[in-house]
């Protein structure tokens, strides 16, 4: 655990509301003089404060601050809490205050349904760092007061409280709406910083890499479904595509689509829920008019199917997790080879798949231990590459879930990215401490982003 510079506020009812007082020490650490006229931020909250160093050996922790109580629940702060500090040329930052954006549910035990333990995890890491992080919904800000509505996690219990709009927010909101993007907008306005962009659609990831001199070579031929004749195109070019929508998460509503080479027939599958639908179809044109009915009014692409590695005989792929941390430089914090269900046509855990270390599956799948090292090393460098030039050619963002495949042959493919990666493949490794670290990148990289000082981290 990383741990940076903090300070504890002590309420002082005798102080006048103008004052903060703050030990001797801390005031150096920080480049302050007694009598100095500071602002006090608390997200976009702040309050000019006259500084009075407290020359008293009766206060024997350096780190303690005193404020009157008023300002204290004006500034939405709790007595005796840690927090972390930063000094810059407007003043005297906490936190810094790090809002986790999601969709909520009824449940009082589980607020953020599915997601509900990996908030928890995040405001306890953010907690220990000296954060004030929260979690919210887009409807719960108050732009006229600069106040949100959200939820801590104290002691094992979710808490509903008022905070500061944030420094930073942590998109996790499960679907896009213009409203939504319109709050951020608004916060934005703010002075606000997001971690990741709002949407990242398939089609655009896909025009964005295979342009790259260095990553076209990793991208499968796509193209986008306007009309069905590009389907059709693909289909006699490589005997097998996938049809995925361009908003797509979690391998939903994709379609496989294989041409016999015997016959003129064509086989389909797809999976609306937990179990497969596959059919056939003798002509294009009635395939076009099955495939149309579940398709709707989603957008798709069409990409060349993979001759993808098995395990056991179903579909494998890799998923990596690249974030950033308080460098705001792109690592990667951990990978696994995900398994795809026995019938399965793509290898998501939340369609029932399972995973496995990425190193064991390369290793048995390829016995030439120099081919192997090769792949690995191959497969970090276009995941790190490509998070990179997504960035460069978008907007900022702070992780990425970058799925990679793998073909028979051995050579490395780029299949997608995700801005909304799940921690869950880091449980079926049995691997807690990569989780843990996945939860805390993002608050280190809050912290980046909200410029705070990195100089004396312990």
């Not at 404020?67 to 810094?96: F, Q, W």
């Not at 044109?285 to 001759?307: C, E, F, T």
């Not at 494998?316 to 990978?335: F, N, V």
């Not at 990215?417 to 049995?430: D, G, S, T, V, Y």
Request: glycine share 8%.
């Amino acid at each position: 655990m990383h741990k940076f510079r903090k300070v504890i506020f002590h309420k002082n009812t005798r102080l006048n509301r103008s004052v903060l007082g703050m030990g001797i020490e801390t005031a150096k650490e920080l480049g302050l003089q007694n009598g100095d006229k500071i602002h006090l931020f608390a997200g976009r909250l702040f309050t000019p404060l006259k500084l009075i160093i407290n020359t008293s050996t009766s206060n024997t922790s350096k780190e303690i601050l005193e404020i009157n109580d008023e300002i204290l629940n004006k500034m939405l702060l709790s007595d005796g809490v840690a927090y972390g500090i930063c000094r810059n040329n407007t003043g005297l930052h906490l936190g810094p205050v790090v809002g986790i954006m999601i969709d909520s549910s009824s449940d009082i035990k589980r607020p953020f349904g599915d997601q509900s333990f990996f908030i928890s995890q995040l405001i306890d890491s953010a907690t220990a760092m000296g954060q004030i992080c929260f979690a919210f919904s887009t409807n719960s800000v108050d732009f006229s007061r600069k106040k949100v509505f959200g939820f801590s996690f104290v002691n094992g219990v979710w808490k509903k409280r008022v905070f500061p709009i944030p420094d930073v927010v942590y998109p996790r909101e499960a679907s896009f709406s213009k409203a939504k993007l319109l709050i951020r907008r608004k916060m934005q306005s703010t002075g606000c910083k997001f971690i990741n962009p709002p949407m990242l659609g398939k089609w655009e990831s896909h025009k964005i890499l295979s342009q790259d001199p260095a990553l076209s070579q990793y991208i499968p031929e796509t193209r986008r479904v306007t009309s069905f004749n590009p389907v059709v195109q693909m289909l006699n070019k490589y005997g097998a595509v996938y049809l995925k929508p361009i908003d797509g998460t979690k391998g939903k509503n994709i379609i496989r689509v294989l041409k016999n080479k015997k016959s003129p027939l064509y086989h389909y599958q797809f999976q609306p829920d937990s179990q497969p639908r596959i059919g056939t179809s003798d002509e294009i044109k009635l395939l076009r008019a099955k495939l149309g009915r579940y398709m709707g009014k989603r957008n798709y692409i069409v990409q060349r199917r993979i001759n993808l590695l098995k395990v056991n005989g179903n579909i494998a792929d890799i998923r990596i997790l690249a974030q950033k941390d308080h460098t705001g430089q792109w690592l990667i914090t951990g990978a696994a080879c995900r398994i795809g269900k026995k019938g399965s046509i793509t290898s998501n855990i939340s369609s029932g798949g399972s995973a496995k270390n990425v190193r064991t599956v390369v290793e048995q799948s390829f016995a030439d231990p120099f081919q192997s090292e090769a792949i690995l090393a191959e497969i970090d460098h276009v995941a790190l590459e490509a998070a990179r030039v997504l960035e460069a050619n978008t907007s900022s963002m702070g992780e990425l879930g970058i799925d990679i495949g793998i073909d028979q042959d051995g050579k490395v493919w780029f299949i997608e990215a995700n801005l909304r990666p799940a921690r869950r493949i880091f449980n079926l490794l049995n691997d807690p401490v990569t989780r843990l670290k996945s939860v805390e990148k993002p608050l280190l990289y809050a912290r980046y982003l909200a410029e705070f000082c990195q100089e004396r981290q312990e």
